[in-house]
């Protein structure tokens, strides 16, 4: 049964990514507007902004891992603003209550 989860995860992942890519596809930023970002901070020429599918990858894995009882992740140079405010505006991501550079993924129960 174990196995036969993890085959579906795979594939779950499998076609996340390929809908991400199709449709969220990395932006193009010019270097004169690279270096301003809704938190403030700057990004380097040498850091590469996730897609989409890798923030949400990142944002699973951490809410299913070993530190269940902390889920969230720090909201670093490397996210894209825009994507980050889409998955808080669609409720697939909510805010850390304290730390608003604290992102972690909305608990769906069916």
């Not at 507007?33 to 951490?62: A, C, P, Y």
């Not at 269940?68 to 670093?76: A, E, L, M, R, S």
Request: glycine content about 4%; overall charge positive; hydrophobic content about 35%.
């Amino acid at each position: 049964m174990k196995k036969r989860w993890i085959e579906k995860q795979k594939n779950l992942m499998k076609n996340l990514g390929q809908f991400a890519k199709q449709h969220f596809p990395m932006p193009n930023i010019p270097d004169s507007k690279r270096k301003r970002h809704l938190s403030g901070k700057t990004v380097d020429d040498d850091d590469e902004l996730f897609q989409l599918f890798e923030i949400l990858e990142v944002l699973m894995n951490k809410s299913t891992g070993e530190d269940k009882h902390d889920p969230y992740v720090q909201v670093t140079s490397n996210f894209w603003p825009p994507y980050v405010e889409l998955l808080l505006r669609c409720g697939i991501a909510r805010r850390h209550p304290e730390d608003s550079n604290r992102i972690a993924l909305t608990s769906y129960h069916m």
